[in-house]
């Protein structure tokens, strides 16, 4: 599976947007990006995932460069409770395929 | 509603003690998945299973092990062979179609070893 670089750790003002990076460079053709997040001592939680075309629902939009080298996650107008670390992951598509989870960046939104 | 339930929340065994966590889904999810988190670190994949009655070693398997008797539970056994067992333990499902071929996560099962 093609590995992901995020920031450690990133601020934002609530009531502003995030917008979350990832460095997927060696991603493969058959390779998604998938964004999950996690909130303090809780399950991770699916955020949204894509292929090569920018993907929108209603936790977020994931925006998708055209050499898909790289991702932002942009979560519209963020709120104290959006607070939580971010993965992201790429992998092939097809459940056969494990996820491997990285340390992610910790967003905190700040009142 | 459909979910998975990891019991229970918080866990305290004396050590060389065997523990078993437990999981249970109503999703209908083919696959479930076992991870570990330490502190400040990503997580680790345990074990995983794609079909009742099989199972295979993830990452960090020593120590550990699985049952997948039902398609709705996949309890993980801790055993005294495991050397640091106190961490944050995840339960996951996945089946085809669903999220993206994406999981679904439990709420966690914080075990401390005393």
């Known amino acids: 599976d093609a590995k992901t670089t995020q920031p450690p750790s990133m601020d934002c003002a609530e009531g502003r947007a995030a917008n979350l990076p990832c460095n997927h460079s060696t991603i493969s053709g058959n390779e998604y990006v998938y964004w999950y997040r996690q909130i303090h001592s809780q399950g991770p939680q699916y955020i949204i995932h894509g292929l090569k075309n920018n993907e929108t629902n209603e936790m977020a939009s994931l925006i998708i460069t055209e050499d898909r080298k790289s991702s932002t996650l942009i979560l519209p107008h963020a709120t104290l409770r959006d607070t939580a670390v971010y993965y992201c992951?790429?992998?092939?598509?097809?459940?056969?395929?494990?996820?491997?989870f990285g340390k992610g960046t910790l967003l905190t939104v700040n009142p | 509603d459909g979910g998975i339930t990891q019991s229970p929340k918080y866990l305290f065994r004396k050590e060389g003690q065997n523990v078993t966590l437990s999981c249970e889904q109503n999703?209908?999810?083919?696959?479930m998945y076992w991870y570990r988190q330490d502190p400040g670190q990503g997580l680790r994949l345990i074990y995983y299973?794609?079909?009742?009655?099989?199972?295979q070693k993830g990452d960090i398997a020593e120590g550990y092990s699985v049952s997948r008797e039902k398609k709705e539970s996949f309890p993980l056994t801790v055993t005294s062979a495991q050397k640091n067992p106190t961490a944050f333990y995840l339960c996951a499902s996945s089946t085809p179609g669903h999220l993206g071929d994406g999981y679904t996560f439990g709420s966690g099962t914080r075990l401390t070893v005393v």
């Open positions: 299973s794609q079909i009742v009655n099989d199972f």
């Open positions: 992951i790429v992998r092939p598509g097809g459940s056969n395929y494990k996820l491997t």
């Open positions: 999703l209908n999810h083919d696959a």
